[in-house]
């Protein structure tokens, strides 16, 4: 019985308010009162598996650490939840907590054959001692936590009453599909906060999006903890790049143009990036628009084909979603979205081809005539000097 073991560390998911509205709050005002801020991910491969699960899917062990905090002048929330949205086709088979109805000890608990979690008997267990499945310890609960998605593909905890800050710990088995390596996570953090009636506001949980790679007894080691954070802590722009899939050529530049950005030290979101792994598109491409510090829009026929309804039936759908909603957001607070949308021309392409929307004869955009800092100067410029207004 073997385990793998590796440490995925997420960014933090800002709770905002903002002005109710009837229609549904794709960018809330920066009014920031609290934070849920996800400490790490530790994901552990199980075998063995029942027999049930071993025909098609792998299972794994995931422990969860996540912080609330709340600012010190509001009054505590009345509560406070995390969600972890999956792909299609992974299994959320069971959650830890699950239901804790009053303040309860430390424990100790382990998997059973079936995949879920009891009490740590004393005495030899089913998993070979020291791993991950053997002894899984959970810290004392002081407040009511009611757990929901069990049996599908999210999970929910929502802690209820007498809420302390500081670090939670959750664990979860999660079945994923034969041949899958990394999973596009959707995480949401939402408090509840009473607020004073005149002012019409009503809190606002951004979501994010983030990969985290599955492990396996090789490669257990790889991509280490202190890489990614290391990225997060010097302030590493946040950069989700749109294009449309013109053709191979244009692919294979701007997968080259990913590859530079990452090497140069950003958090680049593109959607090559964990392809054997099942995700919801539509909520990738706004998480990632939402929680970027700059989209770059690469300039292409087929881009700007989408931004004129001129597109082939059924061609480039990707594109012309992801180019509606920056339309949309310049339309909204041109202010801040322009400043955060820097259109690119990579070699052998045109100004004549970002979308008008994007203003190219009025707002700066950026030419890049090789894939290093000489080539990309002026937008390595922009990108270094620090995260974009808003």
């Known amino acids: 019985m073997s385990t793998g073991q590796h440490d995925q560390f997420v960014g933090d998911v800002p709770l905002y308010l903002a002005e109710s509205t009837r229609s549904v709050d794709m960018s809330p005002n920066g009014i920031r009162l609290g934070a849920v801020e996800l400490r790490g991910w530790q994901v552990h491969k199980l075998d063995p598996v029942p027999d049930d699960v071993s025909g098609q899917w792998s299972a794994y062990l995931v422990r969860v650490n996540y912080d609330f905090a709340v600012a010190d002048d509001i009054p505590a929330p009345q509560w406070a939840e995390v969600r972890f949205e ?16 009053e303040t309860t000890s430390a424990a100790a608990y382990t998997l059973t054959s079936q995949l879920n979690f009891v009490r740590r008997e004393a005495g030899p267990g089913r998993w070979r001692p020291g791993s991950a499945a053997d002894t899984i310890p959970m810290p004392v609960f002081l407040s009511r936590v009611e757990c929901t ?8 905890w929502r802690h209820v009453g007498a809420l302390t800050g500081g670090t939670h710990t959750a664990g979860l088995v999660l079945l994923v599909p034969h041949g899958v390596e990394a999973l596009a996570v959707v995480a949401s953090g939402t408090y509840h906060l009473e607020t004073p009636p005149e002012l019409k506001l009503r809190p606002v949980g951004r ?44 692919k294979a530049a701007v997968r080259q143009f990913h590859d530079f950005l990452t090497d140069w030290g950003a958090d680049v979101h593109y959607d090559q990036n964990g392809l054997d792994s099942q995700r919801n598109w539509d909520k990738w491409i706004v998480t990632g628009i939402l929680r970027s510090d700059f ?10 084909a989408a931004s004129q309804d001129e597109l082939p039936p059924g061609q480039h ?12 957001l310049l339309h909204r607070e041109r202010e801040t979205w322009t400043k955060k949308i820097l259109p690119v021309i990579l070699p052998g392409r045109s100004a004549d081809e970002i979308p008008l929307s994007f203003l190219p004869g009025i707002v700066t955009h950026h030419t890049v005539t090789s894939y290093s800092a000489e080539g990309a100067r002026t937008l390595i410029a922009v990108l270094g000097g620090g995260r974009a207004a808003g």
């Open 317 to 328: 759908k990707a594109a012309e979603f992801e180019y509606l909603r920056l339309a949309d």
């Open 149 to 156: 998605g069990v049996g599908g593909d999210f999970v929910r």
């Open 207 to 250: 979501r994010d999006s983030f990969t985290v790679a599955l492990p396996t007894a090789t490669r257990a080691q790889q991509q280490p903890l202190a890489v990614v954070r290391e990225r997060r802590e010097r302030g590493a722009p946040r950069i989700f790049i749109s294009y449309a899939h013109d053709n191979r050529e244009h």
């Open 86 to 101: 999956f792909p299609p086709g992974t299994f959320v088979a069971d959650a830890l907590p699950r239901s804790v109805e």
């Open 295 to 304: 989209v770059l829009p690469i300039a292409s026929p087929a881009y700007l």
